[in-house]
T-cell receptor
Framework: DGGITQSPKYLFRKEGQNVTLSCEQN?????MYWYRQDPGQGLRLIYY???????QKGDIAEGYSVSREKKESFPLTVTSAQKNPTAFYLC?????????????FGEGSRLTVL | AQSVTQLDSQVPVFEEAPVELRCNYS??????LFWYVQYPNQGLQLLLK??????LVKGINGFEAEFNKSQTSFHLRKPSVHISDTAEYFC???????????????FGRGTSLIVHP
């Protein structure tokens, strides 16, 4: 079945450490996105990519980095510069660069900083 | 930039009662509108979407929404809810992002629907 796979589902990190969240899709979608979800704040866009080897900052990109070397993969690195990284992270994809905006989501990764 | 307001953070309702979850958005020349549902510790699933045409949109699980351009609203309704409808519901608006050209969804803060037996 086609879909989006995020790993790990749960991740614990010590302060000062970088951590990378994986996102893989087999839907043949051009566009991929990373959102951060905090209670009561909805989803906030971190980064998005419309084509391979290109990506754009979203509304809260500071302290995060991404790469898009393959169409299927869009990993997110949470760096030590991110001041409050504990959150639920959602990866999504869409057809054709998001013209209609309809997104397909992974199951999410919950990051906890100890 | 687009903004989306979900007026209620939590909506409690009894099983088999009707429900309306409210959503308003900031005006734009052209927008696409969506409702998504999220069950605990899961990703979001699309309930329904408005792209063009009829202002009344029907989705999965018996939900429907009405696009009202003059009031910039896209309220979600269900005539009779079930316990299994208990979840977080997000309204989203897709419009051209600040970088131009592409349509990137902006999400509301979510409404928690709690269905009591």
């Amino acid at each position: 079945d086609g879909g989006i796979t995020q790993s790990p589902k749960y991740l614990f990190r010590k302060e000062g450490q970088n951590v990378t969240l994986s996102c893989e899709q087999n839907l043949n979608h051009d566009a991929m996105y990373w959102y951060r979800q905090d209670p009561g704040q909805g989803l906030r866009l971190i980064y998005y990519s419309q084509i391979v080897n290109d990506f754009q900052k979203g509304d809260i990109a500071e302290g995060y980095s991404v790469s898009r070397e393959k169409k299927e993969s869009f990993p997110l690195t949470v760096t030590s510069a991110q001041k409050n990284p504990t959150a639920f992270y959602l990866c999504a994809s869409s057809i054709g660069g998001g013209v209609t905006g309809e997104l397909f989501f992974g199951e999410g990764s919950r990051l906890t900083v100890l | 930039a687009q903004s989306v307001t979900q007026l209620d953070s939590q909506v409690p309702v009894f099983e088999e009662a009707p429900v309306e979850l409210r959503c308003n958005y900031s005006s734009s020349v052209s927008v696409y509108l969506f409702w998504y549902v999220q069950y605990p510790n899961q990703g979001l699933q699309l309930l329904l979407k408005y792209l063009s045409g009829s202002t009344l949109v029907k989705g999965i699980n018996g939900f429907e929404a009405e696009f009202n351009k003059s009031q910039t609203s896209f309220h979600l309704r269900k005539p009779s809810v079930h316990i299994s409808d208990t979840a977080e519901y997000f309204c989203a608006v897709s419009a051209s992002h600040a970088s131009g050209g592409s349509y990137i969804p902006t999400f509301g803060r979510g409404t928690s629907l709690i269905v009591h037996p």
